[in-house]
């Protein structure tokens, strides 16, 4: 009797989740980011010079307010992910942040419809202009504000949703389906990318604001709208806990037991394993966290079922190991910071401006758009890479992925060196063009000079942007294993964030000090009369600094690693496989 009932519970539940979830549930799961990502990108562009133009903010100042948004974006991205582990759930996540989403856009499209809401418009450079008030400028804060908590919500959230919907040990074509969504939904990330960074931008320019920042609205609306149709459908998966609570929980455990001597020689029995566990004892590596894992009183700190009774004061070897993979990941991903932040230079876009776009003659493009060269950029080269590079590098190195990721960092640093080097040449160039032709002090004038010639350092930031972050997330995999596989995505996130705001303290660093006394500031919003190549050159130099530190990083590993690894081999032969799977989908 027994096993008849357990046989019909398990029917009825096949019943149930056959009903829920499957391929049928993904489009409204993709239309729904998709959507997200075409309006939160087709913002982003032409965002500076909406707040210099109708808020009267200096370029520099807006540059540094865009760039706190940014880091705040992605920082709550980081958040977003572990309140949705641990108590959300990812269906409500998504939801909340679609909303939030919605309501920020809609707040940010009102202050072109409401003159009340925002100062009124003037020339940049005129003299008396009416200053923004703190009414109005709290509005374009809490419109920031609630798309930054839309896309901490959405973005680390929504793929998984869709993962949730497809999963299915039973079925034997469960890995290659699932592979299959990541293609797809990687792919629809891209295209709402360039359609947000084309289309959107080309509304902005040729219609005004207020179509332009309405159409990113309505687009929120289809997005929330197609999320809530699909609800009944979708498998809602209950929140288990998040993988950073175990982090937390090594780091508090081991501040704990801090009077523990952990120079000790321990036996196995004294470490506390998890069930099954393939390792009997904690790496040499940051010691000091071992005594996290020591059991110093089993009858206080485990139950009689042999589970430990508070984690926050005993955690198993494994949470310890993972900690240590973390630790040993942060110095060497730190390296990518100052790349990040020449990805994003603060007045491309006053370049573009002043420069002829015309590509025929009736059309230019976008001064928005032309970011599109580096994804391009990145895209072919990635292929490039991946299809020809790789072979002919694995005939010398004997690698199956051409070089190894930290060669590959490093790489990527070389080429965003030159890049920048580049673009400061290119803009000494333009500079000295447009003071040649009488328009040093007409930042609007455009000069004899097409817009062409930013695209060779465009091109190679997306080079290596493709060398320097794929290789960073690869070598984030060869320390985590597979299950953690998502900690790859969230530490490049977090290191998104920290970029941000150290690109805002630069550029507010270097705004203020060439300014004092008078003078006119490197980052000015005339161009003509600023100085963007010295700041160009400054990163320049700041890039070499960063690649010495990052050959110091590299010899510091090499040095004083212990050599173990935190897998057992049974792991690492399944990471090494997962590893090749993740740098040929990248």
Same mark, same amino acid.
């Given at each position: 009797m027994?096993n008849?009932?357990?046989?019909?519970?398990?029917?009825?539940?096949?019943?149930?989740?056959?009903?829920?979830?499957?391929?049928?549930?993904?489009?409204f799961?993709?239309?729904?980011?998709?959507?997200?990502?075409?309006?939160?990108?087709?913002?982003?562009?032409?965002?500076?010079?909406?707040?210099?133009?109708?808020?009267?903010?200096?370029?520099?100042?807006?540059?540094?307010?865009?760039?706190?948004?940014?880091a705040?974006?992605?920082g709550?991205?980081?958040?977003?992910?572990f309140i949705?582990?641990?108590?959300?759930?990812r269906?409500?996540?998504v939801?909340i942040?679609?909303?939030?989403?919605?309501?920020?856009?809609?707040?940010l499209?009102?202050?072109?419809?409401f003159p009340?809401?925002?100062?009124?418009?003037?020339?940049?450079?005129?003299?008396?202009?009416?200053?923004?008030?703190?009414?109005?400028f709290?509005?374009?804060?809490f419109?920031?504000?609630?798309?930054?908590?839309?896309?901490?919500?959405?973005?680390?959230?929504s793929?998984?949703l869709?993962? *949730?919907?497809?999963?299915?040990k039973?079925?034997?074509?469960?890995?290659?389906?699932?592979?299959?969504?990541?293609?797809?939904?990687?792919?629809?990330?891209?295209?709402?990318?360039?359609?947000?960074?084309?289309?959107?931008?080309y509304?902005?320019?040729?219609l005004?604001?207020?179509?332009?920042?309405?159409?990113?609205?309505? #687009?929120?609306?289809l997005s929330?709208?197609?999320?809530?149709?699909?609800?009944?459908?979708?498998?809602?998966?209950?929140?288990?806990?998040?993988?950073?609570?175990?982090?937390?929980?090594?780091?508090?455990?081991?501040?704990?037991?801090?009077?523990?001597?952990?120079?000790?020689?321990?036996?196995?029995?004294?470490?506390?394993?998890?069930?099954?566990?393939?390792?009997?004892?904690?790496?040499?590596?940051?010691?000091? #966290?071992n005594?996290?894992?020591?059991?110093?009183?089993?009858?206080?700190?485990?139950?009689? *079922?042999?589970?430990?009774?508070?984690?926050?004061?005993?955690?198993?070897?494994?949470?310890?190991?993972?900690?240590?993979?973390?630790?040993?990941?942060?110095?060497?991903?730190?390296t990518?910071?100052?790349?990040?932040?020449?990805?994003?230079?603060p007045?491309?876009?006053?370049?573009?401006?002043?420069?002829?776009?015309h590509?025929?003659?009736?059309?230019?493009?976008?001064?928005g758009s032309?970011?599109?060269?580096?994804?391009?950029?990145?895209?072919?080269?990635?292929?490039?890479?991946d299809?020809?590079?790789?072979?002919?590098?694995?005939?010398?190195?004997?690698?199956?992925?051409?070089?190894?990721?930290?060669?590959?960092?490093?790489?990527?640093?070389?080429?965003?060196?030159?890049?920048?080097?580049?673009?400061?040449?290119?803009?000494?160039?333009?500079?000295?063009?447009?003071?040649?032709?009488?328009?040093? *002090?007409?930042?609007?004038?455009?000069?004899?000079?097409?817009?062409?010639w930013?695209a060779?350092q465009?091109?190679?930031?997306?080079?290596?942007?493709?060398?320097?972050?794929v290789?960073?997330?690869?070598?984030?995999?060869?320390?985590?294993?597979?299950?953690?596989?998502?900690?790859?995505?969230?530490?490049?996130t977090?290191?998104?964030?920290?970029?941000?705001?150290?690109?805002?303290?630069?550029?507010?660093?270097? *705004?203020?000090?060439?300014?004092?006394?008078?003078?006119?500031?490197?980052?000015?919003?005339?161009?003509?009369?600023?100085?963007?190549?010295?700041?160009?050159?400054?990163?320049?130099?700041?890039?070499?600094?960063?690649?010495?530190?990052?050959?110091?990083?590299?010899?510091?590993?090499?040095h004083?690693h212990d050599?173990?690894?935190?897998?057992?081999?049974?792991?690492?032969?399944?990471?090494?496989?997962?590893?090749h799977?993740?740098?040929?989908?990248?």
């Amino acid at each position: 009797m027994g096993n008849n009932h357990e046989q019909e519970e398990s029917l009825l539940n096949h019943s149930h989740s056959s009903r829920m979830g499957g391929l049928r549930t993904i489009p409204f799961i993709i239309v729904n980011e998709a959507c997200e990502r075409i309006a939160s990108y087709g913002l982003q562009p032409n965002m500076i010079i909406y707040i210099t133009t109708f808020y009267h903010m200096e370029a520099a100042a807006a540059s540094v307010l865009l760039g706190l948004w940014s880091a705040v974006s992605n920082g709550l991205s980081i958040l977003g992910a572990f309140i949705s582990d641990s108590y959300l759930g990812r269906f409500r996540a998504v939801a909340i942040g679609t909303i939030s989403s919605l309501l920020g856009m809609s707040v940010l499209w009102l202050t072109t419809v409401f003159p009340q809401l925002r100062p009124l418009p003037c020339s940049q450079y005129q003299h008396g202009c009416g200053g923004t008030t703190v009414s109005q400028f709290a509005v374009i804060l809490f419109s920031f504000g609630l798309m930054s908590i839309g896309a901490g919500f959405v973005r680390p959230c929504s793929i998984a949703l869709g993962a *949730d919907q497809l999963e299915n040990k039973e079925n034997p074509d469960n890995e290659r389906l699932m592979d299959t969504y990541f293609n797809w939904f990687y792919a629809s990330v891209g295209i709402s990318i360039f359609l947000g960074v084309t289309v959107i931008v080309y509304i902005q320019d040729n219609l005004g604001w207020q179509i332009g920042f309405g159409v990113p609205a309505l #687009l929120m609306v289809l997005s929330v709208s197609v999320l809530l149709i699909g609800s009944p459908l979708y498998i809602k998966a209950k929140p288990k806990g998040s993988m950073f609570t175990g982090l937390f929980q090594v780091a508090v455990a081991a501040y704990r037991k801090r009077n523990i001597d952990v120079q000790l020689n321990y036996n196995d029995d004294c470490y506390y394993k998890a069930p099954e566990s393939k390792l009997p004892e904690p790496s040499t590596d940051f010691r000091w #966290l071992n005594r996290a894992c020591i059991i110093q009183d089993p009858h206080i700190e485990l139950k009689p *079922d042999g589970k430990v009774s508070d984690p926050w004061s005993l955690c198993c070897v494994e949470n310890v190991e993972l900690m240590k993979c973390f630790l040993r990941v942060l110095p060497m991903c730190s390296t990518c910071l100052m790349l990040l932040v020449t990805f994003s230079p603060p007045l491309l876009i006053y370049q573009l401006l002043s420069m002829d776009r015309h590509i025929l003659p009736h059309f230019e493009i976008p001064a928005g758009s032309f970011g599109m060269i580096t994804l391009i950029s990145l895209t072919i080269w990635i292929a490039f890479y991946d299809r020809a590079m790789v072979p002919l590098l694995a005939r010398f190195t004997g690698q199956l992925t051409g070089l190894s990721p930290v060669p590959r960092m490093g790489a990527g640093l070389a080429i965003g060196i030159v890049a920048a080097a580049l673009s400061a040449i290119t803009e000494t160039i333009r500079r000295n063009k447009a003071i040649d032709a009488g328009f040093e *002090d007409d930042p609007n004038a455009v000069i004899n000079m097409s817009c062409m010639w930013l695209a060779p350092q465009l091109v190679l930031t997306g080079m290596a942007e493709a060398l320097n972050v794929v290789g960073q997330i690869e070598f984030i995999y060869t320390l985590f294993p597979k299950t953690m596989s998502s900690f790859a995505a969230a530490i490049y996130t977090f290191g998104l964030a920290l970029s941000s705001l150290m690109g805002s303290v630069l550029v507010s660093v270097v *705004d203020s000090v060439t300014s004092a006394g008078g003078n006119t500031s490197w980052l000015a919003s005339n161009i003509n009369r600023g100085h963007l190549d010295y700041y160009n050159w400054l990163l320049t130099f700041l890039g070499v600094i960063n690649f010495l530190y990052f050959l110091a990083i590299c010899w510091f590993t090499e040095h004083h690693h212990d050599g173990r690894s935190s897998l057992s081999p049974e792991e690492e032969e399944e990471q090494s496989e997962d590893r090749h799977l993740h740098g040929a989908s990248l």
